[in-house]
């Protein structure tokens, strides 16, 4: 049963315009949310998150969205780079309740082409 | 320089034998889990721990799979017998409470022939 939904398996953008990420969830309890960057051979790294109390997080070219009545999440990334271009994982969390562990989609390959 | 260190990095066996994976968490951190990467399944959840005590191992196939943290530094995944079925990448991660944010170690990339 997959509590954390990332319908979209690829996304290919042209280097300097946005990319949208987008995460979908369905658990309620749910109230800490992150983003995660993976590299091929490498392990997954934390990029920004954001807790149920804010709508929106902000941290260089990263910007998350949270819309708590749509079960939805997203992340921005402006202007992208080849760089960029990396597995995106989202996941989530209920810190005030007993769910416990981080609840991870299944990923969005990210492409950004010159 | 904190990371989440994992050995080996790769580990190519034969069916049947046994495998091991280490892995130490940060300094500090209360909380380690693995995970299996496989492209059909994403990220899997096999086990994790709070303290050294194991709080769920559902994840895991029981008869072949064991997890243990013999102490605060060490947490290991041993795989008897492996299966060709067990190739997969396998990731620890430590964090400072379960619903906290998690790091990655490099993962362990196992082929069993």
């Known amino acids: 049963d997959q509590q954390v939904k990332q319908n979209s398996p690829s996304l290919s953008v042209q280097e300097g315009r946005i990319s949208i990420l987008n995460c979908d969830y369905t658990?309620?309890?749910?109230?800490?949310f992150l983003w995660y960057k993976k590299y091929p051979a490498e392990g997954p790294t934390f990029l920004i998150s954001?807790?149920?109390?804010?709508d929106k997080n902000e941290d260089g070219r990263f910007t998350v969205f949270l819309n708590k009545s749509a079960k939805h999440l997203s992340l921005h990334i402006v202007p992208s780079q080849p760089g960029d271009s990396a597995v995106y994982f989202c996941a989530a969390s209920g810190r005030g309740s007993t769910l416990g562990r981080l609840y991870f989609g299944r990923g969005t390959q990210l492409t950004v082409w010159p | 320089d904190a990371r989440v260190t994992q050995t080996p990095r790769h580990k190519v066996t034969e069916m049947g034998q046994e495998v091991t994976m280490r892995c130490q968490p940060i300094l500090g951190h209360n909380t380690v889990f693995w995970y299996r990467q496989t492209m059909m399944q994403g990220l899997e959840l096999l086990a994790y721990f709070r303290n050294r005590a194991p709080l769920d191992d559902s994840g895991m196939p029981k008869d072949r799979f064991s997890a243990e943290m013999p102490d605060a530094t060490l947490a290991t995944l041993k795989i008897q017998p492996s299966e060709p079925r067990d190739s997969a990448v396998y990731f620890c991660?430590?964090?400072?409470?379960?619903?906290?944010?998690?790091?990655f170690g490099p993962g362990t990339r196992l082929l069993v022939l």
């Open positions: 991660a430590s964090g400072f409470g379960l619903a906290e944010t998690q790091y």
């Open positions: 954001i807790s149920s109390i804010k």
């Open positions: 658990n309620s309890m749910f109230d800490y």
